[in-house]
């Protein structure tokens, strides 16, 4: 069904080449205030007017596809944001400025209502067996305005009755005081009840495990991988410079199954220019939390201006990346050759920021949020958001197929 309305399913899995290449995400939707799908007019105005909803605080930073429904994920960073796990329904809203329907219902949206409801959520995953994975960071606010209502919490959703099938909070032990998880990685293996998930700490420095079968989760704590790197700190996003000098882990990949039947984990601080691995053959492993350091391993620098957020990998394993500091640069090339994977970027339209990639296991295609660079700035360093709004890419298409390389 995706086909007929200009999805393109196929070019990008097939892309193998030994060189980097670029993609830019095609527009589906965009708005310059998200909307949401109140039960009638009458409940919105009063949200309106009360401050329950304030459109202009609202951002998305997650996406997934799973059907006709592309989930949106709009974190509560600041006040009035109605729901943090929506949906737009692709079969009713082809193109445009859709509302955002909250999922699995608008009760099971309402902040601090920990056991029964998401507080915030940031990145999502939908799995091969039809679930849905949402960690909820439990937070309202964001950097020093953050307060933590309910702990964290991992939620999943069977896709075909949209009903919540598990929820399991993170003990203490998992998470510090300086925690802050903003993706997810989810792992199948030999069934759908050999399940993973896996947590990236970006601010705690560590990356948590969950086992699906024993309902149990264990942390690597403090790999000097785990950190960021100290001359990487400096970031030049869309002539605009500003320091992120503190971020840990970021983007996360899983690579198809290999010969030894464990897949490997590629993971990247947000800053630093380099990936690393591991097999989650050590990620399943409690018993390896504290034994594990040389399984970790190093990769290559992709080169100069190549931070990295949210990223993916396809089941062909090609991984699809964004360069938050290229999108200002598009004729950037690469100085170094590319490690494996073989690796696939999305270029952002001029001055935006790709904050999430999403690859559906059916293999529809990428996702991605594009926000303008001004509201991405105005969260972490106070800089005002201007007037045009959040776009959704839910395609893409090729802008130079097979550049880049160096
Ligand atoms: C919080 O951070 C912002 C900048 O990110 C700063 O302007 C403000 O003073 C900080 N507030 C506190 C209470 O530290
Ligand atoms: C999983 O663990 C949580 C503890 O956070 C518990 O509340 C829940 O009932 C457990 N679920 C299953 C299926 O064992």
Redesign the pocket.
Known sequence: MFQDKGWILVTLITLVTPSWAAYKLQERYSWNQLDFAFPNTRLKDQALASGDYIPQNALPVGVEHFGNRLFVTVPRWRDGIPATLTYINMDRSLTGSPELIPYPDWRSNTAGDCANSITTAYRIKVDECGRLWVLDTGTVGI??TTTNPCPYAVNVFDLTTDTRIRRYELPGVDTNPNTFIANIAVDIGKNCDDAYAYFADELGYGLIAYSWELNKSWRFSAHSYFFPDPLRGDFNVAGINFQWGEEGIFGMSLSPIRSDGYRTLYFSPLASHRQFAVSTRILRDETRTEDSYHDFVALDERGPNSHTTSRVMSDDGIELFNLIDQNAKPQTSWASSPPPPSRTYLHANSGNVVSSISVSTNSVGPAGVEVPKAYIFNQ???INYETSGPHLFPTHQPAQPGVQDG
């Open positions: 950097g020093n972490h360093n106070g």
